[in-house]
């Protein structure tokens, strides 16, 4: 059964704090991980791609463990901003993508 | 940017209806998808299409069906809709099998009554 599992929260951290989610996911053959982010009552937008290597953008890290079958996405120097529920994602077949049920960040002043 | 356009926001449906889902892009992509989302179970995937008059099922097409008839339009349809299907539905499309061309209309919220 394809699944990825993340811990749903909410993290509450402070502004300027670090945070970091994880997610792992059981199906092997897995080729493209992302992380999504999704405000309130909106539609979840592409964050960034993870790539093997690990990728950083501006205060967004992603690293990928392929052994471990585990991703992970590290915030720093949070902002309120970043408040959101944040969502692992990995292809699941040709085009098509299973959703963790997403991580919530609550960012306080 | 590309836009995904679903037809309505907010739905209110009675029991045993038959209910259509719109959902347009307008950016000539091959690939498109209808999601539900429900707290506690996040996204799963009903159905998608690769190409007009081609349907694939996703998790969970039960319930469901789908129309393909031209390359920007995807419809979902719940032939006869039931109070288990009130649900925040999320159509997507992307030009290759890759999640970082997906992108995702605005959503319904469907209830059903």
């Known amino acids: 059964r394809k699944e990825v599992e993340q811990d749903p929260g909410p993290f509450n951290v402070p502004e300027g704090a670090t945070v970091a989610f994880n997610c792992t996911y059981s199906?092997?053959?897995?080729?493209?991980f992302f992380w999504y982010r999704q405000d309130c009552r909106k539609e979840p937008k592409l964050l960034m791609s993870?790539?093997?290597s690990g990728n950083e953008d501006g205060r967004f890290t992603a690293q990928l463990n392929r052994a471990s079958q585990y991703i992970s996405l590290l915030i720093r120097d949070s902002k309120l901003s970043d408040s959101a529920t944040y969502l692992c994602?990995?292809?699941?077949?040709?085009?098509?993508?299973?959703f963790g049920k997403g991580t919530m960040l609550l960012v306080s002043p | 940017d590309v836009k995904v356009t679903q037809s309505s926001r907010y739905l209110v449906k009675r029991t045993g209806e038959k209910v259509f889902l719109e959902c347009v892009q307008d950016?000539?992509?091959?690939?498109m998808f209808w999601y539900r989302q429900d707290p506690g179970l996040g996204l799963r995937l009903i159905y998608f299409s690769y190409d007009v008059k081609m349907k694939e099922k996703g998790d969970i097409p039960e319930g469901y069906s789908v129309s393909r008839e031209k390359k920007e339009r995807f419809s979902l349809i719940l032939e006869s809709a039931s109070t288990n299907q009130t649900s925040m539905y999320l159509c997507?499309?992307?030009?290759?099998?890759?999640?970082?061309?997906?992108?995702f209309g605005s959503g319904t919220r469907l209830t059903v009554v």
């Open positions: 993870v790539y093997s």
């Open positions: 997507a499309s992307s030009i290759r099998p890759r999640a970082d061309s997906y992108t």
């Open positions: 950016m000539d992509h091959e690939n």
């Open positions: 994602v990995v292809n699941s077949g040709y085009s098509t993508l299973t």
């Open positions: 199906n092997s053959a897995s080729q493209s």
